[in-house]
């Protein structure tokens, strides 16, 4: 596949692609993934091969007292679509869900009668709340090393999900899941790398506040905190302060 080609192949609306190497194997998408930006293109042809109009991947946050489903990427990649959604729901159901069972939960939310019935035919998965209101979808549980683990998701009213492919795709979404885990281990060592004033800015990111709230708040000026961000986002290899969030969150560098 030139470089042309592939540049082509993520140009196109994902509806219309198909996947340019064929069917694929477990191994093969392993391999392959080496950044986010990959294990995006990677989830794309899963959901094209399903007939899904968006995805999300979703690692599991690592407080126990807490369930929290942390977004990684989905369909609306660099930006955040349906894993807005999903994250801000009461998550714990399926995080307790997930952290025990492998087995992949369901949903048709709306009068889709025929996906309705298309999704309870799956022998091997159970019904649950929707993840995402006013459609159909497919969660699959996910594993890693490590004790990682995660949810990856599909939605769409019209997708072709059969029993005899249904452990193909839930392979398939280990396979992403175990490369996606190994992009930014959690090592010590970046956790040491952080400062006190970086991580005090991340988290007060993540709960929404603004450079200049947070300047505010920490009694600093409106140029040093958006630097402490900025540091931060370098030292996770992230290309936008959401992204250095979600890095932060699924490290547990931040709660």
């Keep these: 596949m030139t470089s042309a080609a592939a540049r082509q192949s993520t140009e196109t609306p994902f509806n219309d692609q198909r996947n340019p190497f064929g069917p694929s194997t477990p191994a093969l998408e392993a391999h392959q ?8 293109r990677r989830c794309r042809w899963i959901a094209i091969d399903v007939n ?8 599991v946050g690592p407080s126990l007292e807490r ?12 930006n955040f679509g349906i894993a807005k959604t999903v994250s801000a729901l009461d998550c714990e159901e399926i995080v307790r869900h997930v952290r025990v069972s492998t087995q992949p939960r369901w949903w048709s939310d709306g009068n889709n009668a025929i996906m309705q019935e298309r999704l309870a035919d799956l022998s091997w998965a159970s019904s ?3 993840l995402v209101r006013g459609t159909a979808g497919v969660a699959f549980p996910v594993h890693a090393e490590r004790g990682r ?6 939605t769409g009213d019209d997708m072709s999900v059969e029993q005899g492919m249904l452990y193909d795709i839930h392979a398939r979404c280990f396979s ?16 040491r790398a952080m400062s006190r004033r970086e991580l005090e800015c991340l988290k007060l990111t993540a709960n929404g506040y603004t450079s200049e709230e947070i300047a505010r708040l920490l009694k600093l000026s409106v140029h040093t ?5 900025t540091q931060s986002a370098q030292k996770l290899n992230a290309v936008s302060r959401t992204q250095a969030v979600a890095k932060a969150l699924r490290l547990g560098l931040i709660e």
């Design 33 to 40: 993934t080496v950044s986010i930006a990959d294990a995006v």
């Design 52 to 59: 899904a109009t968006s995805f999300g991947l979703f690692m």
């Design 67 to 78: 369930a929290r489903l942390v977004p990684c990427f989905d369909s609306d990649y660099p």
């Design 128 to 130: 649950t709340q929707p």
């Design 149 to 154: 683990c995660g949810l990856v998701v599909f």
């Design 176 to 191: 992403l899941f175990s490369a996606v885990s190994r992009i930014r281990p959690g090592d010590t060592g970046l956790s």
């Design 225 to 229: 905190a958006n630097q402490y961000l």
